[in-house]
C-alpha cells in the first residue's frame, strides 16, 4: 500500500513537500514514481526514481524545480517542489514499480507499467 500526504493550498512561487509512505513488500518496489492528474486531463508523468536513487526522470515540465528522491530505511518517497506555478496544480499520486528496473527512461514514465497506486494529494497553486 501507499499512502501520500503533504498536499495543500500555496501561493505561485512557493513550495511544498509531498510524502508518499510505502507498506506491504516494499523491498519489491524497484521504482517509485509520482505522476499528477487535472481536472479534465489525462495522468501525466511527473518523477521517477530507481532503488538505490542514482537514476532519476523528470518531466520536461518540472525539470529543475521539482526534485524526487526515497529513504528506504524509511520506506518512503519524497517530491520537493519549488517555485510552484498555477499549472502545477492537480491531484499528486504516487505509484510503485516492480521488476528489475532499467536505464531506459520509457521504463519509468508510463503509468499503465505501474502496479499499485496511492490515493492522490491535491495540490493548489494560487496566482
Known amino acids: 500500500q501507499l499512502q501520500a500526504s503533504g498536499g495543500g493550498l500555496v501561493q505561485a512561487g512557493g513550495s511544498l513537500r509531498l510524502s508518499c509512505a510505502a507498506s506491504?513488500?516494499?523491498?519489491?518496489?524497484?521504482?517509485m514514481g509520482w505522476f499528477r492528474q487535472a481536472p479534465g486531463k489525462e495522468r501525466e508523468f511527473v518523477a521517477a526514481?530507481?532503488?538505490?536513487?542514482?537514476?532519476?526522470y523528470y518531466a520536461d515540465s518540472v525539470k529543475g524545480r521539482f526534485t524526487i528522491s526515497r529513504d528506504n530505511a524509511k520506506n518512503s518517497v519524497y517530491l520537493q517542489m519549488n517555485s510552484l506555478k498555477p499549472e502545477d496544480t492537480a491531484a499528486y499520486y504516487c505509484a510503485a514499480r516492480t521488476g528489475r528496473g532499467s536505464y531506459s527512461r520509457s521504463y519509468y514514465v508510463n503509468a499503465k507499467d505501474y502496479d499499485y497506486w496511492g490515493q492522490g494529494t491535491q495540490v493548489t497553486v494560487s496566482s
Open positions: 506491504g513488500r516494499t523491498d519489491s518496489y524497484y521504482v
Open positions: 526514481l530507481n532503488w538505490s536513487g542514482t537514476s532519476t
